[in-house]
């Protein structure tokens, strides 16, 4: 059975009493078209189940309707039970969907990952590129925007050439809210597991400890790991062998605050009597920790939104914010 022939332009051009050329800039969006012939268009548009050719659209529009959303980490990173990474994907695919721009997403943890996006976005593939989850001076941005790729950062950038506008939180008030609750519930040896050192995140948040730390004269004890589970659960073992008598921990993730919460069970401390335990990022599981998790909680998905949303607004020609910073809230629970 032969399956019957797609509507075409000239069929929708012929049912509209238009001209080809009048369809085509219906189709592609063009204000220039009065409004009773835009819905005798698109009227019949419906009525013969027309589907713009995407590839000649492209040609006209110079628009792939596409952006990507790269994650400078392993796959297996990004789906793991760290809900910040899925978070930012639900708010920018919700946005782009809303705009009716399709998501790609493309993972990058070495520098051929990063060479392979850098050919697929300049061979014309996207209109805009959203980087998040960067490890040290990632030269991956301010290439993209040399080449006139329009890109949008999820946090600051450690490379001083990057001038691409970004969408990060407010990591020192957030901390500085942990640590003043520890404070002012009576403890006085405030420790701190921070995350990777190579991560704006991880250098702002111990950045902020010490921070607190240091106007209210307690000196800092510290231990780093990399915002996994595991490493909360190393790291926590260090702190206790460095200075047992500790009462607080500042955490700098939920995940490595969970592993933590373990490590202290297995110590024979009680928490939060013995030790308090503050997280950061308000995952799911903060709420089903035992105990439950005192926490700092980051808007994941407002900052997927407002890097899509950044990024379309970039392509379409109009002038943004150089930085967006979101506010952070501590969320007490049981833990501390």
Do not use: K
Request: with cysteine; proline share 5%.
């Amino acid at each position: 059975m032969v399956p019957p022939a797609r509507p075409t332009l000239e069929a929708v051009a012929q049912r509209a009493g238009v001209s080809r050329a009048t369809v085509s800039r219906v189709v592609n969006g063009s204000p220039r078209v009065a409004e009773e012939i835009q819905r005798r268009v698109r009227r019949a548009v419906e009525e013969l189940g027309y589907v713009p050719n995407q590839a000649a659209r492209s040609l006209v529009t110079q628009r792939t309707g596409s952006i990507a959303l790269v994650f400078s980490e392993e796959a297996n990173r990004v789906f793991s039970d760290d809900q910040v990474f899925p978070g930012i994907i639900r708010g920018v695919s919700q946005e782009l969907e809303a705009a009716d721009r399709q998501l790609v997403l493309m993972m990058a943890h070495s520098p051929a990952g990063h060479e392979r996006i850098q050919r697929y976005a300049t061979g014309g593939h996207v209109d805009g590129v959203l980087i998040a989850s960067m490890h040290g001076v990632e030269p991956l941005p301010a290439t993209l925007q040399r080449r006139g790729i329009p890109v949008v950062c999820g946090g600051r950038s450690l490379d001083r050439a990057n001038r691409s506008p970004y969408v990060d939180v407010d990591h020192a008030g957030g901390v500085g809210a942990a640590v003043r609750r520890l404070l002012d519930t009576g403890r006085r040896r405030i420790a701190t597991i921070a995350g990777p050192q190579d991560m704006v995140a991880g250098i702002d948040r111990l950045a902020a400890y010490r921070a607190a730390l240091r106007d209210s004269d307690r000196r800092s004890i510290v231990a780093v790991g990399d915002f996994t589970r595991d490493s909360g659960v190393v790291a926590m073992r260090q702190l206790l062998a460095d200075d047992p008598d500790l009462d607080a921990v500042f955490v700098a993730s939920d995940l490595m605050a969970h592993g933590a919460l373990r490590t202290l069970r297995d110590a024979g401390r009680r928490v939060p009597d013995d030790v308090a335990v503050i997280g950061f990022d308000d995952i799911e599981l903060a709420r089903f920790t035992e105990p439950p998790l005192t926490t700092v909680r980051q808007p994941v998905l407002d900052i997927g939104r407002r890097m899509a949303g950044q990024v379309l607004r970039i392509i379409d020609g109009q002038t943004v914010e150089p930085a967006l910073v979101l506010d952070t809230e501590l969320v007490v629970r049981q833990s501390g």
